[in-house]
C-alpha cells in the first residue's frame, strides 16, 4: 500500500497570504496525484488531479505540482472560503489512499 | 445538475447486514465508473469499492474484501452497496461517488451515516 504523509497537519495564515502544502508518497506515483477541499459537513471537492489540472470550476489560485514522490498544493492568496481540510490522493492500481489531511485556519 | 442522491445507513447492531442506495442524475450514469468512499474522524478517508460503467469490473479496497458487494443498475442509475456481518469498525460516514478518469472522485453523494452499535 502506498502510504501518503502531508505536512504540515495545521497551517494557520490569513486572508490574502499564500498556501503551500505538501504531500509525500512512499513510493513513485508518476504524475497520479489528487487534492481535496472538505469543509465540514460537507463532502470532500476535488481541486487538482494528475498533479496539475485544475477540475471543473476551481478558481485559478488553485495550482498543484510535483511527480515522482513530492507533490505541493499553492492557494496564491487565501480567501475566507478557502479555510478548510485538504487532502492528497493517490490511484496507482486501484489501491486508492488518501493522505491524513491538512488543517488551513485562520490565524 | 450531476447529482448522487444517498439513502439507507442508520443504527444497526454488529454481525447484521447493511445495503446502502445512491441514485444519480444529471448526466449519463451509464459511460461512469463510481465508488464508494468512507469516512472516520479516526481513520480520515478510506476507498471501499468502485465498479466498471458496465457493471463487469469491480475492484474493492482490503478492508471490504469478503463482506462488502457494490453493484448498479444502469436501467434505474443506481448503484449499491452491500455490506454483510456489520463490525463496530465499519461505523463511518459513506459517500457515493462518481469516477474522473479511472480513480478521481470529481462528484460525491451527500454521505450515510452507518453507525454500528449493540
Known amino acids: 500500500e502506498i502510504v501518503l504523509t502531508q505536512s504540515p497537519a495545521t497551517l494557520s495564515l490569513s486572508p490574502g497570504e499564500r498556501a503551500t502544502l505538501s504531500c509525500r508518497a512512499s513510493?513513485?506515483?508518476?504524475?497520479?496525484l489528487a487534492w481535496y477541499q472538505q469543509k465540514p459537513g460537507q463532502p470532500p471537492r476535488l481541486l487538482i488531479y494528475?498533479?496539475?489540472n485544475r477540475a471543473t470550476g476551481i478558481p485559478a489560485r488553485f495550482s498543484g505540482s510535483g511527480s515522482g514522490t513530492d507533490f505541493t498544493l499553492t492557494i496564491s492568496s487565501l480567501e475566507p472560503e478557502d479555510f478548510a481540510v485538504y487532502y492528497c490522493?493517490?490511484?496507482?492500481?486501484?489501491?486508492?489512499?488518501f493522505g491524513p489531511g491538512t488543517k488551513v485556519d485562520i490565524k | 445538475q450531476v447529482q448522487l442522491v444517498q439513502s439507507g445507513g442508520g443504527v444497526v447492531q454488529p454481525g447484521t447486514s447493511l445495503r446502502l442506495s445512491c441514485a444519480a442524475s444529471?448526466?449519463?450514469?451509464?459511460?461512469?465508473?463510481m465508488h464508494w468512499v468512507r469516512q472516520t474522524p479516526g481513520k480520515g478517508l478510506e476507498w471501499v469499492a468502485v465498479i466498471g460503467h458496465d457493471g463487469s469490473m469491480t475492484n474493492y479496497g482490503d478492508s471490504a474484501k469478503g463482506r462488502f458487494t457494490i453493484s448498479r443498475d444502469n436501467s434505474r442509475n443506481m448503484v449499491y452497496l452491500q455490506i454483510n456481518s456489520l463490525r463496530a469498525e465499519d461505523t463511518s460516514v459513506y459517500y457515493c461517488?462518481?469516477?474522473?478518469?479511472?480513480?478521481?472522485?470529481?462528484?460525491w453523494g451527500q454521505g450515510s451515516l452507518v453507525t454500528v452499535s449493540s
Open positions: 444529471g448526466f449519463r450514469f451509464s459511460v461512469y465508473g
Open positions: 494528475d498533479a496539475s
Open positions: 490522493q493517490q490511484r496507482s492500481n486501484w489501491l486508492i489512499t
Open positions: 461517488v462518481r469516477d474522473l478518469k479511472s480513480g478521481w472522485f470529481d462528484f
Open positions: 513510493q513513485s506515483l508518476s504524475s497520479s
